[in-house]
């Protein structure tokens, strides 16, 4: 997109250090905009986006909803004559406050301490946003040096992997799907990401027939029931993957860093069908046999697995299970860009 004159590029790079301070403040305005999810409020948040937004001349900004109160962001500016778009892509919304008063600041006050901001959403991604806007306002200052489009796509419903937010940009505006993208989402600077695992919610049912619990043979527990359940879905971990070369290869290429940063086993995470049991729960009283017992499973699934066969081998777990019932959630595919991508190569020598 950018010409490749050297002079255009230091000037552009200047710019960058000259307005930092700039970028610290766009970012604190975000933080200080409350968006937590749920309830998935990100109205304000959203306004705030599109005034920052506003100050580019010639520039195509919207606020727009599936459902409120999930608002979403669309914005597009354009470069000297036709070319490929690059999309800046994020999430408005954050995880919930909670547990203020274990807070040692105020955590929608944005606050600046010994070089550090602190607030809800200051990593995961408000800074990422700051970040994607920036880089539109001063890539408009030089718009006369590219060709193409960027866009920005700004969703209300990240953080519940909702359908409301990218889903439903991607589904209105034909400019919301382009050439490359970019997130700055919560992570590392050491770590550039290419893709992610797929991903299937499960909600597992067990009946059973309560009783005393002096007289157990006369009930059914639906507990142990749905122990058994949990325990056949756990074996997925152990379906064989056959991870596309180039993902494996630059697993091992940054096995070193991910590592350090993620915990000494993560390359072989990222290689497997992981399997948890984020939910459990059941029975009246510790006397009662339980007849009712529920659980959610989050099952995550690499590059080089399917989802569809990954749900065939959960039915056939489960088949002939009495007193369980399953219902498929969420299912995402795995979503992996090559990793030697040119957008992949440019994001490196950028960040060396």
């Not at 809800?120 to 590219?146: N, P, V, Y």
């Amino acid at each position: 997109m950018l010409g490749t004159g050297h002079a255009v590029r230091e000037k552009l790079a200047a710019r960058v250090r000259e307005t930092q301070e700039d970028l610290i403040a766009c970012t604190v305005q975000l933080v200080q905009a409350a968006s937590p999810n749920p309830p998935g409020d990100t109205e304000a948040v959203a306004e705030v986006a599109k005034s920052l937004l506003s100050v580019v001349p010639d520039i195509e900004v919207e606020i727009g909803f599936l459902e409120k109160p999930i608002y979403n962001v669309i914005a597009r500016i354009k470069g000297k004559g036709l070319g490929r778009r690059l999309i800046f892509n994020g999430h408005l919304d954050t995880f919930p406050i909670s547990d203020e008063e274990f807070w040692s600041v105020n955590p929608l006050g944005g606050e600046l301490v010994n070089g550090k901001l602190y607030g809800r959403g200051s990593a995961d991604m408000k800074g990422g946003l700051a970040c994607s806007i920036q880089a539109t306002r001063l890539l408009a200052e030089f718009r006369e040096h590219w060709s193409g489009e960027i866009v920005l796509t700004l969703a209300g419903d990240e953080e519940t992997m909702g359908s409301k937010g990218t889903a439903w940009l991607l589904d209105r505006y034909p400019h919301a799907i382009g050439d490359a993208m970019i997130t700055g989402d919560a992570g590392s600077a050491d770590v550039l990401r290419f893709g992610e695992k797929g991903m299937l919610w499960l909600e597992l049912k067990a009946e059973g027939k309560a009783a005393h619990g002096a007289h157990v043979h006369l009930g059914v527990n639906a507990i142990e029931r749905l122990m058994n359940a949990v325990e056949r879905l756990l074996r997925l971990r152990e379906i064989p993957v056959s991870l596309p070369a180039e993902v494996d290869r630059a697993i091992n290429q940054s096995a070193s860093i991910s590592e350090r940063i993620s915990g000494e086993g993560e390359s072989e995470t990222l290689r497997r069908i992981t399997v948890n049991c984020g939910l459990f729960q059941g029975g009246v009283l510790s006397n009662i046999v339980a007849p009712h017992a529920e659980s959610s499973i989050d099952i995550r699934l690499p590059a080089g697995t399917r989802v569809a066969e990954v749900e065939k081998r959960i039915a056939e777990v489960l088949d002939g299970l009495e007193g369980i019932r399953f219902t498929i959630t969420r299912r995402f595919e795995p979503l992996w860009s090559d990793p030697n991508h040119e957008i992949v190569h440019h994001l490196k020598r950028a960040g060396l």
